[in-house]
């Protein structure tokens, strides 16, 4: 059974930092691309990072870049997001996603986990 569980969201200041972890489990972590979403209140949830499997590649969304790092852990089956310089505009919630064959692809998201950039 496929599970991914996020943690480390909170209540931060602007201009503050917060690191999200997600552990998976229930297939080869290493093998597979990590991601992370978000969606804020009444919002469309958009790709916020993406790290390949062995940690050659990585992308992010423009409003992101420079400020958010995805890493992984494959010993760990765990990947990250440290979020530096958060903004107001970064509050919502914080998912962690993958895809793996299922009779095509399957879509596996986290619960999420709530991040709110505020004074």
């Known amino acids: 059974q496929v599970q991914l569980v996020e943690s480390g969201g909170g209540l931060v200041q602007p201009g503050g930092s917060l690191r999200l972890s997600c552990e998976a489990s229930?297939?080869?972590?290493?093998?597979?691309?990590m991601n992370w979403y978000r969606q804020a209140p009444e919002k469309e949830r958009e790709l916020v990072a993406t790290?390949?499997?062995?940690?050659?590649?990585?992308s992010y969304a423009d409003s992101v870049k420079g400020r958010f790092t995805i890493s992984r852990d494959n010993a760990k089956n765990t990947v990250y997001l440290q979020m530096n310089r958060l903004k107001p505009e970064d509050t919502a919630v914080y998912y962690c996603?993958?895809?793996?064959?299922?009779?095509?692809?399957?879509?596996?998201w986290g619960q999420g986990t709530q991040v709110t950039v505020s004074s």
């Open positions: 996603h993958t895809r793996l064959p299922d009779w095509g692809w399957r879509d596996y």
């Open positions: 229930g297939f080869t972590f290493s093998t597979y691309a």
């Open positions: 790290v390949s499997r062995a940690s050659l590649s990585t």
